[in-house]
């Protein structure tokens, strides 16, 4: 069963990815936005924004790689939203394949494709000044939690892609998740906020895994903000991968 499930999972994941080299204004479309706005604050506002020792790109890069993944994600719920649509799904539940199999193609793009964007606006930050001494283990950390990140957003667009009604609801979602690094320490230092922003900024999951982003790749201690940072990537995913099976066996019973 194991290997039924991996055998058709790497099938579907191959009609996926070729939809993706079809269509490769996708990718490009999902780094402009963030390259656009890590161009617009560095040379615009990073200059009246005090970071200390740090420079700006090096500080704002973790809060623009999460937008990143948060952009991207929306093409994942709309491409699963047009295989529901388009009757795709019934074809599949009549042909003697693994169910969830479905689901995982279309995470595993989405996975694939996030990746090949966040190494663009690494490159474009590389352009533009980001420098980092860290070693090996720093950068598998960071690139472990970007992976467990972008894994826990993408299983909640299969639940937006599952559970719209039109192409717009389809990809909506996202934007909420756009907007939360704004209220967070992404962009500038939580300290400098009003009480009660400060308290939320402060509080939430974006904050968490940006400074943990942050410290491993500027070589400061990371202390806890790692840990819950994985708490908060590792509780969204399970919940979500959860939720997403069920609105699946409701949608395919």
């Excluded at 970071?51 to 093409?75: K, M, W």
């Excluded at 709309?78 to 193609?105: H, N, T, Y």
């Excluded at 639940?159 to 009604?165: F, N, R, T, V």
Aim: charged share 10%.
């Amino acid at each position: 069963m194991t290997k039924h499930f991996f055998g058709d999972t790497a099938v579907l994941l191959g009609r996926s990815l070729r939809h993706i080299t079809r269509s490769v204004d996708t990718i490009i479309t999902t780094a402009i936005t963030p390259i656009a706005m890590l161009l617009l604050f560095v040379y615009v506002f990073g200059g009246a924004i005090d970071t200390g020792s740090v420079s700006y790109v090096n500080y704002l890069l973790p809060g623009i790689l999460l937008i990143t993944v948060a952009s991207g994600i929306a093409y994942t719920a709309f491409r699963l939203f047009l295989d529901m649509k388009s009757g795709i799904f019934e074809r599949f539940q009549s042909m003697p394949i693994a169910r969830s199999s479905v689901l995982w193609a279309h995470v595993l793009t989405s996975l694939v494709a996030n990746v090949i964007s966040l190494v663009v606006v690494v490159l474009v930050a590389l352009l533009m000044g980001f420098r980092s001494g860290a070693g090996v283990s720093a950068w598998l950390a960071v690139a472990g939690i970007l992976i467990l990140f972008t894994l826990a957003l993408t299983w909640l667009a299969v639940i937006a892609g599952l559970s719209a009604k039109t192409v717009d609801g389809a990809s909506a979602f996202s934007y909420p998740l756009i907007f939360l690094p704004f209220i967070s320490s992404a962009f500038v230092p939580t300290d400098t906020m009003p009480g009660p922003v400060r308290a939320f900024a402060e509080n939430q999951p974006v904050t968490s895994i940006v400074n943990a982003l942050r410290n491993l790749y500027t070589q400061q201690p990371v202390g806890t903000d790692i840990w819950i940072a994985l708490a908060w990537c590792v509780g969204i995913l399970v919940v979500a991968y959860i939720l997403a099976m069920t609105t699946y066996r409701r949608k395919i019973s």
